[in-house]
């Protein structure tokens, strides 16, 4: 009973987080004036913190 609950548990947070960025996508999409959405993961340049600032400067 517990492992189903359990299981029950993580899929209503995944679908709820598919959820927020579906939402996050639609409001984005919706106003363009504040620029494109951000998603973890994908930001290139700059999302990894100060260790890496150099790297964009130096596309040679």
Do not use: S
């Not at 492992?3 to 999409?29: D, E, H, K, M, P």
Request: with cysteine.
């Amino acid at each position: 009973m517990t492992y189903a609950l359990t299981i029950l548990v993580l899929l209503a947070l995944v679908f709820a987080w598919i959820g927020v960025q579906t939402a996050a996508r639609q409001y984005a999409a919706r106003h363009p004036e504040f620029g494109l959405l951000r998603e973890d993961g994908k930001e290139g340049c700059g999302g990894c913190g100060n260790h890496c600032a150099g790297h964009c400067e130096h596309k040679g």
